[in-house]
C-alpha cells in the first residue's frame, strides 16, 4: 500500500531515522477520512455556488530556503506549527462560518483532549463576533458524523481539569445534530446549519 | 542590516546559488511594511474584541519530512503553493470579512497583474455568498491607504487583457476610501468597513 501525503505525494521514508515513522504517520492520519469528506464536500460547495468554504493551509514556521538557478524555491528545513485558529473557516449566506472537524474510534464519547487551549479561545471570539461557529465529529465506529455547536464544546473544555476529559455520545446525541452521508456531497453539513443557525 | 523571514528568523544565504538570491528577497519583501501594520492591527482588534481576522499561513507543498528520535519532526523539501484564496479573513459583527493587501510605489496607478485568476474567483465567490470582500492598497510613496471594494478590482481585472494592467489612482481616489493611519491600531480599517458595509 502506498501510503501518501495530503497533497497526494508518496510518502518516501527517510533513511536516517526511520524507527519512529511509523508511529508518526498513524498519528497524522487520524481524521484523513472525514478530512477528505469535508473537502470533498467543500469543494462541491464552492463550484455549486452554495458556499464558499475553505481548509486553512497547515501552518508552517520556514527556516531555510534555497533559491537554486533557473528553478523553483526549495524549503529546505521548517516545522510545523501549532495552528491557532481552527481548520476551516468561509462564509455561508453572509454569515461567517468556521469550524473544526474530528473522528474519533471512541463508542461512548469523544475526547476532546486533541483541542488545544488556543483553538478554543479562537471558538469562543467567534461566537462573541456573532460567527457560527461549530464542531463535526464522527464516531468511525457507527459512521455516525454530528454538528455540535462549540458552545457545547467549550462549555466541556473548561470542565476539563476538574471532571471530564471527555464529552459523552448521549450528550452529542441531545445537543448535536446529525449529519445525513450522502454520496455528493458526502457531508452536507450547510443542510443542518440551515436549520440550526437560519431558522 | 539582517534580513529576516516574515517569521522573525534572520536570512541565513545557501552558499550554492548566491546570485540569484538578491532579486528574490526583494521580490518577497514587497508588500512587508503593509503586511506588518496588518498584522498588528488584526492583533489589536483580536485583544479588544472587535474582530477575529486572521492571515492565512503560507501554502506550502510538504514532499519530504524527517522524524528524528526524541526531536519534532523537520520539513527537509517542500515548495511555495500559489494560493487559491485572499491572503486575510474573518469574523466582524456576524459578517464575512475577506481581504486582500498590496502596496505600490507607483505614483498614478496601482498595477494589478500581481493578482491571479484564482483570487479573482475567489473574491467573485465571496460577494456571490454576500460576504464583505475588499482590497487594501498603500501608494507608499504618498503615504496613502485605501480600501477599494473587490468589485472594482474584479472590473478592472476582467478588462485587464484588452485594455490595461492597473487601477489609476483617481479612480481610487474616488471609488476607495481612505484608512487613516494610526498609531494603535496602525491601519484602522474596520472604521471604514463600518461607514461602507454597516451603515
Same mark, same amino acid.
Given at each position: +500500500? ?11 521514508? #527517510? ?15 487520524? /481524521? +484523513?477520512? @472525514?478530512?477528505? *469528506?469535508? =473537502?470533498?464536500? =467543500?469543494?462541491?460547495?464552492?463550484? %455549486? /455556488?452554495? #458556499?464558499?468554504? %475553505? ?31 481552527? *481548520?476551516? =473557516?468561509?462564509?455561508? !449566506?453572509? &454569515? ?8 474519533? !474510534? ?7 483532549? =486533541? ?7 479562537? +471558538?469562543?471570539?467567534? @461566537? ?10 464522527? $464516531?468511525?465506529? $457507527?459512521?455516525?458524523?454530528? @454538528?455540535? *455547536?462549540?458552545? %457545547?464544546?467549550? &462549555? #466541556? ?11 459523552? &455520545? ?6 448535536? %445534530?446529525?449529519?445525513?452521508? /450522502? ?17
Amino acid at each position: +500500500m502506498t501510503i501518501r501525503y495530503p497533497n497526494g505525494r508518496p510518502f518516501q521514508p #527517510a533513511k536516517a531515522s526511520s524507527t519512529h515513522k511509523r508511529e508518526k504517520i498513524d498519528y497524522s492520519n487520524r /481524521g +484523513m477520512t @472525514l478530512e477528505s *469528506d469535508i =473537502n470533498e464536500t =467543500n469543494s462541491y460547495y464552492l463550484t %455549486h /455556488g452554495r #458556499a464558499v468554504i %475553505h481548509k486553512k493551509p497547515t501552518p508552517v514556521q520556514i527556516v531555510n530556503v534555497d533559491y537554486p538557478k533557473r528553478s523553483a524555491a526549495v524549503i529546505k528545513e521548517a516545522y510545523f506549527k501549532q495552528p491557532s485558529t481552527t *481548520d476551516y =473557516n468561509g462564509v455561508y !449566506r453572509g &454569515k461567517y462560518l468556521d469550524f473544526e472537524a474530528k473522528e474519533t !474510534r471512541n463508542k461512548t464519547s469523544f475526547p476532546i483532549q =486533541n483541542f488545544h487551549e488556543h483553538q478554543m479561545e479562537h +471558538m469562543k471570539k467567534v @461566537l462573541a463576533q456573532d460567527g457560527i461557529c461549530f464542531v463535526i465529529v464522527r $464516531f468511525t465506529t $457507527f459512521d455516525e458524523t454530528y @454538528l455540535l *455547536d462549540a458552545s %457545547h464544546v467549550i &462549555k #466541556a473544555f473548561e470542565t476539563k481539569e476538574t471532571k471530564r476529559k471527555s464529552i459523552p &455520545k448521549s450528550y452529542i446525541d441531545s445537543y448535536g %445534530h446529525l449529519i445525513k452521508i /450522502g454520496y455528493h456531497p458526502r457531508v452536507d453539513y450547510l443542510h443542518v446549519v440551515d436549520q440550526v443557525y437560519f431558522s
